[in-house]
């Protein structure tokens, strides 16, 4: 099963395929059946699963309070450009076993960065060389490249936004080298995320410099990419905290604004992530209907947080009711623009069987088959739509009309008020809404 490497990694785990929901089969999809049409797609269509890089082959289950658990058989060589190598081979493995289509990386996530920049390029370039190969012969693609620019110290105080303009310099080199690299792979996307925009005390910190400079920085690395011929879509990924007390693309209007007011808007949508979205006091459906609202909901990282810790935890999404009211607002705004659904997600640290990478990803990708299909049932077949167009109804006739198209002026809403007195009370009914949702659910 392993696509140009010699070495089987997942031994004795084939291809997952779909089994329906009365199989016991632990490495089988029980919802996910991609060639199932839902709402004129198949499910493989509306969701591009994604595996992401770093998680699924770097994330060793390290924290704060120890070191990593997992010794994955593709770690082991010294040597930087054959571990990368080993690494692909276990990625393509995985990626094909599973029957997804795409993936997802940080430059290097691909291979260790080197002392320099110019050996990190060459590192870079050379495994590029040998990814290509591999999607060559798998069909396998790169649904979006980025790059890692706030884990080297170098990166403390931010990357487009830092105050030294060397340090500003040298993350442009290196998103250039990633964009460079995303190009040569035919990548669909490229992913921003400010892991270190933003400040801790605004004592030492020039904001509207730092804002600008990030204006500045996106839109130059926009024009580059253009230059050399990118038809791909800009994300911006927004995240409210993590490392930095205070960040720049704090959630999904934020980063709306940053990519307004700089110009972006034709080039720049939004990547949304569930736990982002969680830790800035948001629901995942929130900051989609918000992306969705501004034509902006361009793809998604799919995971969940922990509702009891305040961080972001990266399990993988098991939350139906959450998925079923996100797949409601990614169905009515006519699902993704340019993205896909990537497992930004990590299997927990003591879960150390390379079999549960697989349980994971299946768990991930059957929530959302699921949840799609219970969204289309409740548009298709609930009272919801029309409880939802009655809720609204005062403004499809007469004074209400008139005043969503513009034609009403202050004075008009005062006349208006004085002539009909005390509004009647009308319910929401937020709980018939809910009961509809466990309904179909």
């Given amino acids: 099963?392993?696509?140009?490497?010699?070495?089987?990694?997942?031994?004795?785990?084939?291809?997952?395929?779909?089994?329906?929901?009365?199989?016991?089969?632990?490495?089988?999809?029980?919802?996910?059946?991609?060639?199932?049409?839902?709402?004129?797609?198949?499910?493989?269509?509306?969701?591009?699963?994604?595996m992401a890089y770093w998680h699924t082959l770097c994330g060793t289950g390290g924290d704060p309070f120890g070191p990593g658990t997992k010794n994955f058989p593709w770690s082991v060589d010294s040597n930087p450009l054959n571990a990368a190598k080993e690494k692909a081979d276990a990625a393509?493995?995985?990626?094909?076993?599973?029957?997804?289509?795409?993936?997802?990386?940080?430059?290097?996530?691909?291979?260790?960065?080197?002392?320099?920049?110019?050996?990190?390029?060459?590192?870079?370039?050379?495994?590029?060389?040998?990814?290509?190969?591999?999607?060559?012969?798998?069909?396998?693609?790169?649904?979006?490249g980025t790059s890692n620019c706030f884990s080297n110290p170098r990166y403390m105080n931010g990357a487009?936004?830092?105050?030294?303009?060397?340090?500003?310099?040298?993350?442009?080199a290196q998103v250039k080298i990633a964009l460079d690299a995303t190009m040569e792979l035919d990548g669909e996307n490229y992913v921003f995320w400010g892991g270190r925009e933003g400040y801790m005390s605004l004592l030492n910190t020039n904001m509207k410099l730092e804002q600008d400079n990030i204006g500045r920085f996106l839109n130059?690395?926009?024009?580059?990419?253009?230059?050399?011929?990118?038809?791909?879509?800009?994300f911006i990924?927004?995240?409210?905290?993590?490392?930095?007390?205070?960040?720049?693309?704090?959630?999904?209007a934020t980063s709306i604004n940053t990519i307004r007011e700089y110009g972006l808007q034709d080039d720049f949508k939004l990547n949304i992530e569930v736990n982002h979205a969680t830790l800035a006091q948001h629901t995942f459906q929130h900051e989609l209907q918000v992306a969705a609202n501004a034509g902006m909901l361009g793809s998604i990282d799919a995971n969940r947080g922990d509702y009891q810790n305040g961080w972001d935890t990266d399990q993988f999404p098991n939350n139906i009711l959450e998925t079923t009211e996100a797949m409601?607002?990614?169905?009515?705004?006519?699902?993704?623009?340019?993205?896909g659904v990537n497992f930004d997600a990590k299997t927990r640290r003591n879960s150390t069987d390379l079999e549960d990478i697989f349980l994971a990803h299946i768990g991930g990708a059957d929530t959302f088959a699921r949840a799609l299909l219970i969204a289309d049932n409740i548009i298709q077949n609930s009272a919801y739509e029309s409880l939802l167009e009655k809720r609204y109804s005062?403004?499809?006739?007469?004074?209400?009309?008139?005043f969503v198209s513009g034609k009403l002026g202050l004075i008009d809403l005062y006349a208006y008020a004085s002539e009909h007195g005390e509004p009647e009370q009308i319910s929401g009914k937020q709980e018939l809404f809910e009961n509809i949702l466990n309904q179909y659910s």
């Fill in 1 to 50: 099963m392993a696509v140009l490497g010699d070495k089987e990694y997942f031994k004795g785990i084939g291809k997952i395929k779909y089994e329906g929901k009365d199989s016991d089969n632990p490495l089988a999809f029980k919802f996910y059946n991609p060639e199932q049409m839902v709402a004129g797609k198949t499910m493989r269509e509306h969701f591009k699963f994604a």
């Fill in 92 to 144: 393509f493995e995985f990626i094909t076993k599973m029957g997804f289509d795409y993936y997802c990386f940080h430059d290097f996530d691909l291979i260790d960065e080197a002392p320099t920049l110019a050996e990190s390029e060459k590192r870079i370039q050379s495994i590029v060389a040998y990814l290509k190969q591999k999607q060559n012969a798998s069909n396998v693609k790169l649904l979006w």
């Fill in 160 to 172: 487009a936004s830092n105050p030294n303009f060397d340090v500003v310099a040298r993350a442009g």
């Fill in 220 to 234: 130059m690395a926009k024009d580059y990419a253009r230059q050399q011929g990118f038809k791909g879509t800009f």
């Fill in 237 to 252: 990924e927004p995240k409210p905290m993590e490392p930095t007390k205070h960040q720049y693309d704090f959630d999904a």
């Fill in 328 to 339: 409601l607002v990614f169905l009515k705004s006519g699902g993704l623009q340019g993205g």
């Fill in 394 to 402: 005062s403004f499809k006739s007469g004074k209400g009309a008139a």
